[in-house]
């Protein structure tokens, strides 16, 4: 079994800065690639941040310049370190892994979800 595990979503005003953490536990062989995807009320789930295997990053234009997305291969584990949060921001923010097993294809994993609220 394969899970993904979230923490540091929370309240934070307008400006601030919130860390998110996500570790991938079981038995995972290779990681192609971790990342953020968010999703607001009446939306479709959208990345936010992902990182590959090789070390490329990708961006939503809405978060470029304020969000670093960054993975620790030891750990299997992702972080997304958010500054300057806005309003816009709230929502809910799921972590991602697309992995495989030894003898497995690669697949997609979803951590259950962390709720970001951003006052103003």
């Known amino acids: 079994q394969v899970l993904l595990v979230e923490s540091g979503g929370g309240l934070v005003q307008a400006g601030g800065s919130l860390t998110l953490s996500c570790a991938a536990s079981?038995?995972?062989?290779?990681?192609?690639?971790m990342g953020w995807y968010r999703q607001a009320p009446g939306k479709q789930r959208e990345l936010v941040a992902a990182i590959t295997d090789g070390g490329t990053t990708n961006y939503a234009d809405s978060v470029k310049g304020r969000f670093t997305v960054s993975r620790d291969n030891l750990k299997n584990a992702v972080s997304l370190q958010m500054n300057s949060l806005k309003p816009e921001d709230t929502t809910v923010y799921y972590c991602y892994m697309r992995a495989r097993e030894r003898l497995g294809p690669y697949d997609d994993y979803w951590g259950e979800g962390t709720q970001v609220t951003v006052s103003s």
């Open positions: 079981g038995f995972i062989f290779s990681i192609d690639a």
